[in-house]
């Protein structure tokens, strides 16, 4: 499970950064809603900094395609036993 956890975090991690890097215009945009909300919520709590908020918003979204990426992988597991 730990091995299938770091994959997923890591497939998080490539997904948040392309997420990241493709412009707000794009009708891609609305799949950055979970880490920029995460950001503009707590924007204010880190003093307007845009790194860290940037920084919030990456990781948020990391963490929430990581842990899509574990259910399919635990799913596509469960059926393959």
């Given at each position: 499970?730990?091995?299938?956890?770091?994959?997923a975090m890591?497939?998080?991690?490539?997904?948040?950064?392309?997420?990241?890097?493709?412009?707000?215009?794009?009708?891609?945009?609305?799949?950055?809603?979970?880490?920029?909300?995460?950001?503009?919520?707590?924007?204010?709590?880190?003093?307007?900094?845009?790194?860290?908020?940037?920084?919030?918003?990456?990781?948020?979204?990391?963490?929430?395609?990581?842990?899509?990426?574990?259910?399919?992988?635990?799913?596509?597991?469960?059926?393959s036993n």
């Amino acid at each position: 499970m730990k091995r299938s956890f770091m994959i997923a975090m890591g497939i998080g991690f490539l997904v948040s950064t392309v997420l990241m890097a493709i412009p707000s215009t794009s009708e891609w945009a609305f799949l950055e809603l979970p880490g920029m909300g995460a950001a503009y919520l707590f924007w204010g709590a880190v003093g307007n900094s845009v790194i860290i908020g940037v920084a919030i918003g990456w990781a948020v979204n990391a963490v929430v395609y990581g842990l899509v990426i574990l259910i399919i992988i635990a799913v596509t597991r469960k059926i393959s036993n």
